[in-house]
């Protein structure tokens, strides 16, 4: 899943070698912790939060069928 998540914040952001992700497991709940550069965070934020809403959104769907629990965070 990490891999999925990176593919999409890497194509939304110019300063692609800046991005970190940071994955936590504990049993069957995943946390991911977002890193971007911060000229590039509104484009992974999003107006209004809609971009990350969708990445949470995709990011839940892959979780449901893989029956664990994912957070993602973005800083």
Do not use: C, P, W
């Not at 890193?35 to 999003?46: A, C, E, H, M, T």
């Not at 990350?52 to 892959?62: P, Y």
């Amino acid at each position: 899943m990490k891999d999925i998540l990176e593919y999409i914040v890497k194509e939304l952001v110019v300063k692609k070698d800046q991005v970190n992700i940071k994955e936590e497991k504990d049993g069957n709940f995943i946390r991911y912790t977002v890193q971007v550069d911060k000229d590039d965070f509104g484009k992974v934020i999003g107006h209004e939060g809609k971009i990350a809403k969708s990445i949470r959104a995709i990011m839940g769907a892959i979780a449901t069928i893989r029956d664990v629990k994912v957070v993602v965070d973005i800083r």
